[in-house]
Each structure stands twice: as structure tokens, then as C-alpha cells.
């Protein structure tokens, strides 16, 4: 099978194309593991059954997973306003990550490092869907249009004041909350999907295409 015999999305296809020639024209030397950016490489390129008819799908490792991005649409550039704040905006994301219990940040040994206390995040989608479950990805009139219609939201309340009839699972069957004594919110969690932006995990509601269709890598397992 030839690459142009081989139908992916319009706006990746010539980063794909640049991308082989690029690779082509380089030559064989071998580079220290340490120097080696976490950046597409010619074997980060797979071919996915994602469709009939398969697209090729950049893939890309992300060495440190300590902050990690949940986008509200799938939209890498949007700025979105600040209801309680006029003429401010916020970032197409929120970040979320785990703390270290009973990290001293006034005794950080490594001041430069901004995710200094933070552990490495091991599940990004279950991670970020903690964060929709939570409400906090929700923005009026931005992204209502993921929440389904016959969707009920959860009553008003902290999750200590309602009861759980069952343990709420993300899309890959892993518990949300694996504390029984943390109650889950209810909010809608979309489909999300683990892409690459800035070499950190981003996290973006859509279908397993979406990395594809916005011109990033899916993250590499």
C-alpha cells in the first residue's frame, strides 16, 4: 500500500508528507537516549483502523506526566472569557495533576521545577475526567453542545451529602474514584481522548480521530 492510496484527514496530510521527507533525508547516526526529543519520530507514525478505510496517526511519547491539560472543545487555541472577570480570558484548558502528600514547598529542593511535588499522572483519562465529573470544564454558552439533551444534571450539594448507588467508572472501565469515601459529583464526562500538545498530555473531548483532525500526535503508550 502506497501512502497516497491511503485516505487520512485534509490538514495532517502534508505535515505527514513533510514529516517522511524529512526523516528520509536525514542521516543514520545514533543519538544518546538523553538527547532525544520527545517529538514525532518516523516510528511514531502507525497506522490506525480508527476507520474503514485508516488514517495515519502521528504518535508521541511524553516523558513527564506530572501536569496534565483537559481541554474544554477540541480547540488548541480559543481563549475563553471569564464570566466574573470582564476583558480577562482563560487558556482552551485547566490543568490538573496529583500532589505529593505532605510535600514542603518552602524546602523544595528543585525551585525551577514548577511541577516540583507533583507525581507522575498514570491515568490522564481518568485524571481529567474527575474534572468534568466535577463541573469545572463546563463553560455557558462554549461548550454545552458536548452534554447530551436528555441529560439530567446532578442536584446542587457537596458529594458527602448524597449517597453513591454505584461506583462511577470512566470510559475504559477504571473506577473514578477509587476512595469509597470520595462521592462522585454526576456531570457529564464526554468521550476523551490522550494527544500531545507542547510535549505534555492533552487531554480533548472527541473521538479517538480528534488528535489527527486538530494536526497533533495521539499520545504513545
Do not use: H
Not at 454505584?166 to 476523551?192: C, H, K, M, T, W
Request: some cysteine.
Amino acid at each position: 500500500m502506497n501512502l497516497s492510496d491511503v485516505r487520512y484527514p485534509a490538514d495532517t496530510k502534508q505535515a505527514v508528507r513533510n514529516l517522511l521527507i524529512q526523516e528520509a533525508g536525514r542521516q543514520t547516526k545514533t543519538v544518546p537516549w538523553w538527547r532525544k526529543p520527545a517529538a514525532l519520530t518516523f516510528a511514531g507514525l502507525a497506522l490506525a483502523s480508527s476507520t474503514a478505510a485508516g488514517v495515519y496517526v502521528a504518535l508521541a511519547p511524553v516523558e513527564d506526566k506530572r501536569d496534565i491539560r483537559c481541554y474544554y472543545r477540541a480547540d488548541l487555541t480559543t481563549n475563553y472569557p471569564v464570566e466574573t472577570s470582564p476583558g480577562k480570558t482563560r487558556p482552551p484548558y485547566i490543568t490538573t495533576g496529583i500532589f505529593i502528600t505532605g510535600f514542603d514547598s518552602k524546602n523544595n529542593p528543585n525551585p525551577a521545577d514548577r511541577n516540583a511535588g507533583m507525581q507522575q499522572v498514570n491515568d490522564p483519562i481518568n485524571q481529567c475526567s474527575r474534572v468534568w465529573d466535577m463541573g469545572n470544564m463546563y463553560l455557558k454558552g462554549i461548550n454545552d453542545d458536548l452534554v447530551p439533551d436528555d441529560f439530567v444534571p446532578p442536584p446542587f450539594g457537596q458529594p458527602a451529602e448524597r449517597t453513591a448507588t454505584e461506583v462511577l467508572r470512566d470510559q475504559n472501565g477504571n473506577p473514578l474514584y477509587p476512595d469509597p469515601a470520595i462521592r462522585e459529583l454526576g456531570n457529564y464526562i464526554p468521550f476523551l481522548t490522550e494527544c500531545v500538545v507542547d510535549n505534555t498530555v492533552a487531554v480533548i473531548p472527541g473521538p479517538a480521530e480528534v488528535c489527527a483532525q486538530l494536526g497533533i500526535p495521539a499520545l504513545e503508550k
